[in-house]
């Protein structure tokens, strides 16, 4: 009974809580990655609407992974992100 009321009042304070930005926390890593002298492999794609709306809506980024993961090599995605 005590765990119910404990799961009520966690679910009541995360319904006052704001959407997480993922795709904005995906921009800051990447902005860390880079001040901190990491290369390009540990960077996220993110696509160039998620960029632009990254402050406003909440998009799913549980698929992104770091361009070293998915086998993209920095110069190739570096043309295709400027298109």
């Not at 799961?7 to 304070?13: C, D, N, S, V, Y």
């Not at 001040?35 to 696509?47: H, R, W």
């Not at 993209?72 to 570096?78: A, F, G, I, R, T």
Request: one cysteine or more.
């Amino acid at each position: 009974m005590a765990l119910r009321g404990f799961e009520g009042k966690r679910l009541a304070i995360e319904a006052d809580e704001p959407q997480v930005l993922n795709a904005l926390s995906a921009l800051c890593h990447n902005e860390l990655s880079k001040a901190m002298g990491y290369g390009d492999e540990q960077i996220y794609p993110v696509s160039w609407v998620k960029r632009r709306l990254a402050q406003f809506v909440s998009f799913d980024m549980t698929d992104a992974k770091p361009k070293a993961l998915l086998g993209v090599s920095p110069e190739s995605s570096l043309t295709s992100e400027s298109r």
